[in-house]
């Protein structure tokens, strides 16, 4: 129920300085299963089959002759579907749907690729001491969760547009 757009549109104000309240709607078993779905979606994201996102890799010849790893982007180009990780690699075939999808103010996948920036510490003894984090030890692990979060927006979205189309 509160991924419905006409329920957060028509308690927007409340929702903001209140707990939800739950209206009970005749055709409830149908909403239920929608909810259902959700809560399978959204709880094992880790297990839901992985959308299927061309990826693209072309060597990078001036890192591979440094012998130093990819120059991390973490890019993404919604218009074009795709999102470029690194300086070799790019996944293209991102729907549109999945960009809309939201985290607050953000889509998830886009979400997704800020977490795993790398980022220097300001700290200098924390920076020479613990920044250890490379984009490149963690590629295949994140090709995969930006794979299942688009499955998961992606069909979160249809589901959201069927409540939307849904008769009150």
Do not use: C
Not at 21 to 48: C, N, Q, S
């Amino acid at each position: 129920m509160l991924y419905d757009p006409v329920y957060r549109e028509k308690y927007g104000q409340n929702l903001k300085r209140d707990f939800p309240r739950i209206p009970f709607y005749p055709d409830f078993w149908h909403w239920a299963g929608w909810g259902e779905k959700l809560m399978a979606l959204h709880i094992g994201y880790e297990t839901v089959e992985p959308w299927p996102l061309e990826r693209i890799d072309t060597a990078d010849e001036k890192s591979r002759k440094a012998k130093i790893a990819p120059k991390a982007a973490l890019k993404a180009d919604k218009d074009a579907g795709n999102i470029r990780l690194d300086s070799e690699t790019q996944l293209t075939g991102v729907p549109p749907q999945a960009w809309t999808y939201r985290l607050g103010n953000r889509s998830a996948l886009e979400w997704i690729l800020d977490q795993y920036k790398e980022k220097t510490p300001k700290d200098p003894t924390i920076r020479e001491k613990f920044n250890t984090y490379r984009f490149a030890d963690h590629k295949e692990k994140v090709i995969d969760l930006l794979r299942r979060v688009t499955r998961v927006s992606v069909e979160t979205m249809q589901i959201v547009e069927a409540m939307k189309a849904e008769k009150r």
